[in-house]
Nanobody
């Protein structure tokens, strides 16, 4: 499975960006899709995830500002980021997990950079 992300860029604090990610390739079932981020010198952290049933989970730092959505037919996940802050500056990674021939698998996309200037 390949995860192709798009939508990163630079924006001023208070602005908005939308990230999108499309999964392609062979997988029997995609369970969770989501976004993580990693800033230089820091550990990768969860931003938001969404299950195939639509249950969402957000980091406390982004609740009320970010919205994750998913299209199960197209195997895509998006992240609408509003009221961006300088501390949201990071490399964002698309993620999915699921089942391939009875085995649990997970995949990561290449990162997309989000830079928020104050």
């Amino acid at each position: 499975v390949q995860l192709q992300a798009s939508g990163g860029g630079s924006v001023q604090a208070g602005g908005s960006l939308r990230l999108s990610c499309a999964a392609s390739g062979v997988i029997n079932q995609i369970d969770t899709m989501g976004w993580y981020r990693q800033a230089p010198g820091k550990q990768r952290e969860l931003v938001a995830t969404i299950t195939d049933g639509g249950s969402t989970n957000y980091a406390d730092s982004v609740k009320g500002r970010f919205t994750i959505a998913r299209d199960n037919v197209r195997s895509t996940v998006s992240l609408q980021m509003n009221s961006l802050k300088a501390e949201d500056t990071s490399t964002y990674y698309c993620y999915c997990d699921g089942i391939l021939w009875g085995t649990s698998v997970n995949y990561w996309g290449k990162g997309t950079q989000v830079t928020v200037s104050s």
